[in-house]
Structure formats: structure tokens, C-alpha cells
């Protein structure tokens, strides 16, 4: 069966340090890969999207790779701040690029 | 526009009861979605709609659940006899169609529903 998969236990990192989140997948072949914000109580926001045919995406202090052999995105944040402290969700698109399928997201806790 | 709005944004019901969500997407956007949001889990997808019509449901719907969007513009989530089991975040997202080549979904707040 099609399974998305985040670490489940909570990152702790410092402050500006750089955060890496993993996100895997089995049984896909996305052609786009999305990761998303989330703040406790509120709906997920879109930070990034990552086709299969580009290996590395970068906004401002964001940067995610995309590695379609080892069914694979790494999500860095570097120059980590309090105020990246939240869930980040890992998406892919599927059913003809139809609908999101999310993982259960990674929460992120920066620390002062 | 101020993004996709929902309402309302807390429920809570006795179980039995029917509820009504309803959502207001970006006005721009013909795809809506539904998703059902539990503690420490990610969005779990349950229909969408291109304008007016219903394309795909999820299995993991029951028949206690209907939705609609009449007019191509809000929609509704009903859920009727609820259950304790019904008790989540319901998510509104709304996006372009997938042929204009923009895929980001853009997400409401939700509607907090707890049946006790």
C-alpha cells in the first residue's frame, strides 16, 4: 500500500543550527513533492514544491532535495529561529495529480 | 481576497446530532477539497470537488457523511448522527486545477468538532 513516512518523534535543535527533516515514501512515483507549515490549531501553509525532475529547491532560509531512487526528500532549514518551532508536513500529489496525500509531519522545536 | 474561510471555527455536539460545516474558498480556485485532521496525525484526505461536481470520496467516508458545493463557489460538510469517532479538525483547502500548473493547496483554519 502507498505509505508516507516522517519521523515521528519531535526534533529539538538550537538556535541557528540547521534542521533536517525526512520525509519517505513507498509505492509512488510522485512527479511533485510538498512540504507544509503548520501552527498548533490552525490549517497547514505551503512553503515548497519540488518536481521529480529537479534534485534540490531553495527559498530564503529553506532548502529541500528530492531523490525519486531513494524514494526520498530532506527538508533543511538552516539558521533555525524560535519561530520556525511548529509541524512540518511532507505531501504528494496523487490520483493524476488530484489530491495531496500527507504524512503525519514532524514537529520542530527551536530553542533559544 | 483573504484566503479560504471556515465555519465555524469550534463545535461541539452531543452524540447523535447532525453538523454543518461550511467552507469559502479563494474565489480564483475551481478544486476544493475536505480533509479530517486528528492529534499527532497529518491531513487525511476525504473528497473534492471541480467547481460543482463531486469527482472522488474516500473510502474511509461513510454514508454519515455528505458533501456539497452547489454553486461551484462554498461547500458544505454534513455529518449526521455523529459519533464520538467524528471528533477532529475538518480542513478546507482549495487550489487551481492541475492543468494550469500551480499546485499548492491553500488551507482554512478548520472547524474543531468534539462530539462528547
Known amino acids: 500500500s502507498q505509505k508516507i513516512e516522517q519521523n515521528s518523534e519531535a526534533l529539538n535543535i538550537q538556535e541557528g543550527k540547521t534542521a533536517t527533516l525526512t520525509c519517505n515514501y513507498t509505492n509512488y512515483s510522485p512527479a511533485y513533492l510538498q512540504w507544509y507549515r503548520q501552527d498548533p490549531g490552525r490549517g497547514p501553509v505551503f512553503l515548497l514544491l519540488i518536481r521529480e525532475n529537479e534534485k534540490e529547491k531553495r527559498k530564503e532560509r529553506l532548502k529541500v532535495t528530492f531523490d525519486t531512487t531513494l524514494k526520498q526528500s530532506l527538508f533543511h532549514i538552516t539558521a533555525s529561529q524560535p519561530a520556525d518551532s511548529a509541524t512540518y508536513l511532507c505531501?504528494?500529489?496523487?490520483?493524476?495529480?488530484?489530491?495531496?496525500?500527507f504524512g503525519a509531519g514532524t514537529r520542530l522545536a527551536v530553542h533559544p | 481576497d483573504t484566503g479560504v474561510s471556515q465555519d465555524p471555527r469550534h463545535k461541539i455536539t452531543k452524540r447523535g446530532q447532525n453538523v454543518t460545516f461550511r467552507c469559502d474558498p479563494i474565489s480564483e480556485h475551481n478544486r476544493l477539497y475536505w480533509y479530517r485532521q486528528t492529534l499527532g496525525q497529518g491531513p487525511e484526505f476525504l473528497t473534492y470537488?471541480?467547481?460543482?461536481?463531486?469527482?472522488?470520496k474516500s473510502r474511509l467516508l461513510s454514508d454519515r457523511f455528505s458533501a456539497e458545493r452547489p454553486k461551484g463557489s462554498f461547500s458544505t460538510l454534513e455529518i449526521q448522527r455523529t459519533e464520538q469517532g467524528d471528533s477532529a479538525m475538518y480542513l478546507c483547502?482549495?487550489?487551481?486545477?492541475?492543468?494550469?500548473?500551480?499546485?499548492?493547496?491553500?488551507f482554512g483554519q478548520g472547524t474543531r468538532l468534539t462530539v462528547v
Open positions: 470537488f471541480q467547481n460543482e461536481a463531486q469527482l472522488e
Open positions: 483547502a482549495s487550489r487551481f486545477p492541475p492543468k494550469e500548473g500551480r499546485h499548492e493547496a491553500f
Open positions: 505531501a504528494l500529489l496523487s490520483g493524476g495529480y488530484n489530491k495531496l496525500i
